[in-house]
């Protein structure tokens, strides 16, 4: 086996090049930026080139039905619909807005507990800091500011995962969990990406800054420009400074 997963497509975009090559295995890897920063749309396009490169691939997300995950892949012209009738690709839609009692608040713990959930090569969580801000035991940690104990509970768990030549790639908010809670993701992240973006005239500039990328199968800039276009999807941009 490969010792890194390709993102694929290589003769469609330049992401892959772009990645050094993808993600290595065994790797966790952690993405973090706001609301509409641009994690989606790379998780998408990592594990759609992913399917298509035959492995077997994971997506959890907080915000999407399976409906809207089918929609908005085919809006970036990234056909899933096979992917997800051979079973390469499993969605899994997290109800964490649910507000039933007892166990189904227990997010965390069947988060974990879903045996079938980590059995792909590669697992995409979309957004964990959404999991994170609607479980009951997280909550009541934070409040005592203890959190960190939580997700460090959490990242014993995903060592385990990432033993058996799993990848697991975690999307965060940064604004909507504590620094106690990001500072042990940040430093048990394999790879680590922080994306920024930023408004010139009606146009959104976004970048990848590269914070982390251990095991990498070749170089990577500090910073990768990208764009996110309907029907085309992610795209690599190169920026020059006038």
């Given at each position: ?9 290589t ?76 079973e ?60 960190d ?24 908010d ?17 790879v ?29 800039d500090?910073?990768?420009?990208f ?16």
């Amino acid at each position: 086996m490969s010792d890194h997963y390709s993102i694929g497509m290589t003769g469609r975009d330049r992401v892959d090049n772009a990645i050094g090559g993808g993600l290595p295995v065994g790797s966790l890897v952690l993405i973090e930026g706001e609301d509409g920063a641009g994690k989606s749309a790379l998780c998408q396009r990592f594990s759609y080139g992913m399917a298509e490169e035959e492995y077997n691939v994971t997506y959890v997300s907080t915000e999407l039905e399976s409906w809207e995950f089918v929609e908005q892949m085919n809006s970036l012209s990234y056909d899933v619909t096979d992917h997800l009738l051979e079973e390469r690709l499993l969605f899994l839609h997290a109800d964490v807005d649910t507000h039933r009692p007892g166990t189904q608040r227990q997010l965390l713990e069947r988060f974990t507990n879903a045996r079938t959930l980590w059995m792909a090569d590669v697992i995409y969580v979309d957004t964990l800091s959404a999991i994170l801000r609607n479980d009951p035991n997280y909550d009541a940690m934070s409040q005592q500011g203890e959190e960190d104990r939580v997700i460090q509970r959490l990242v014993s768990f995903l060592g385990q995962v990432l033993m058996q030549d799993r990848t697991v790639v975690l999307t965060v908010d940064p604004t909507s969990v504590t620094e106690e809670a990001l500072r042990p993701l940040r430093n048990a992240a394999n790879v680590y990406f922080e994306i920024e973006t930023q408004t010139v005239g009606q146009e959104i500039r976004r970048n990848v800054l590269v914070r982390r990328f251990q095991n990498m199968k070749s170089p990577v800039d500090d910073s990768i420009g990208f764009s996110v276009e309907q029907g085309r999807g992610i795209s690599i941009v190169s920026r020059t400074v006038a």
